[in-house]
């Protein structure tokens, strides 16, 4: 099946700092995701990207869907103590029927140092 | 609006038990999905549904049922748990197949 290699795993930063995280693959997806999970919580949406090359903010989170349709990554600037948790990447292809499905990053998680 | 809630958010279970884990949604999506997280890992689905009444398998289906007979239930069924089994279960929900997906808080399950 489709794989998704996302880095880094883990990271601590010092408030304040920037974050850089990102996502590779082998396959061609037609849609870039960006969730973020909180302990306990299911993934929420950050930012969903749509076509090659778009560059897509929401906040202090900007992310890019890469030129070659197999790689993402996602900034955070000017880390907060609540950026803490779970980054995943997830890319969606069309898998016939109506179907889509998407296959998700081990995830990145990120720890902020007050 | 509750979103996806999901039940129960917690259980232990013993090789061989079977137990049914509940996911509803009140948003009237059509689409519900079921995932299982494991450590260091990304979320992978189990199965899914395009439709009261429909079903389909994703990358991990093996060991697990599903029923959709209402819209806005989805049932994740263990006949007879196994310790691999033992994660965290995720239920989603979306309009449509390329729409958001909105997940419920997870269900907790150990196999011993």
């Known amino acids: 099946g489709q794989q998704l290699n996302q880095s880094p795993q883990s990271m601590f930063i010092q408030e304040g700092e920037d974050v850089s995280m990102n996502c590779t693959s082998s396959s061609i997806f037609n849609t870039w995701l960006w969730y973020k999970q909180d302990p306990g919580e299911g993934p929420v949406l950050l930012i969903a990207l749509y076509k090659a090359g778009e560059l897509t903010s929401n906040g202090r989170l900007t992310a890019q869907f890469g030129i070659t349709r197999k790689d993402s990554f996602l900034n955070i600037s000017a880390s907060i103590p609540s950026d803490v948790g779970i980054y995943f990447c997830?890319?969606?292809?069309?898998?016939?029927?109506?179907?889509?499905?998407?296959?998700f990053g081990k995830g990145t998680k990120l720890s902020v140092i007050p | 609006n509750a979103g996806v809630t999901q039940t129960p958010k917690f259980r232990v279970l013993k090789t061989g038990q079977s137990m049914t884990l509940l996911c509803a949604q009140d948003m009237n999506h059509e689409y519900m999905y079921w995932y299982r997280q494991d450590p260091g890992m990304g979320l992978r689905l189990i199965h899914y549904s395009v439709g009261e009444g429909t079903t389909a398998k994703g990358e991990v289906p093996d060991g697990y049922n599903v029923s959709r007979l209402k819209k806005q239930n989805f049932l994740l069924g263990l006949e007879s748990a196994a310790p691999s089994q033992t994660s965290v279960y995720f239920c989603?929900?979306?309009?449509?197949?390329?729409?958001?997906?909105?997940f419920g808080p997870g269900t907790r399950l150990t196999v011993l």
């Open positions: 997830a890319g969606r292809t069309y898998s016939g029927a109506g179907s889509y499905q998407l296959t």
């Open positions: 989603a929900s979306s309009w449509g197949g390329n729409n958001e997906q909105f």
